[in-house]
């Protein structure tokens, strides 16, 4: 029985850290895409730790309580539709045996996640893409190029992580949670 609270109790834990790191996420700019990101480390943890399930529940919690909570919606909608539940899905992705073909299955992803994203950011909350409403495809391709490019470091960066954390970090935490 006391496991089963320590899991529930760590879990929402991480939702709170989550949506408060989301709210913190709309002081500056930049921090709309990186505390996503951020919170999708949470997830890797989670999963880790206490298994797919709890890190599916703690995305969920996380998303629907940040899309009430916070203003920034760009934010939300950058972890609710991409990087919340990608870290979760990323090592089934990995047992892919074809390299070309996993990498593009992980681009097409991200790229329909990031034109859903964009798409819902103009037309139902009304958050322009272009500052001034004039419509550039330079910009257009830099972004593209930009989000891919940041995709890709993040998939990198994630693996990296996920080592880092099975070495080093895992055994403390699970330690703590006995």
Wanted: with cysteine; hydrophobic share 60%.
């Amino acid at each position: 029985m006391k496991k089963k609270s320590v899991r529930a109790a760590v879990c929402g834990l991480a939702a709170a850290l989550s949506v408060t790191i989301m709210l913190l996420g709309g002081l500056l700019y930049i921090f709309a895409y990186v505390a996503p990101m951020l919170l999708g480390l949470v997830c890797v943890m989670i999963k880790k730790t206490f298994g797919a399930k709890d890190a599916v529940l703690v995305y969920a919690a996380t998303s629907i309580l940040s899309l009430i909570l916070v203003p920034e919606k760009e934010s939300v909608l950058m972890f609710a539709l991409f990087f919340g539940y990608y870290p979760i899905i990323k090592s089934s992705l990995d047992k892919l045996k074809i390299k070309p073909l996993r990498f593009l299955l992980k681009l097409l992803i991200f790229n329909a996640s990031i034109a859903v994203i964009e798409l819902l950011c103009v037309f139902v909350f009304n958050i322009p893409f272009f500052e001034e409403g004039v419509f550039s495809y330079a910009l257009l391709i830099g972004f593209a190029a930009a989000m891919n490019f940041t995709f890709i470091m993040y998939d990198y960066l994630l693996k990296i992580f996920l080592v880092l954390y099975e070495k080093k970090i895992e055994k403390r935490i699970t330690k703590y949670l006995k």
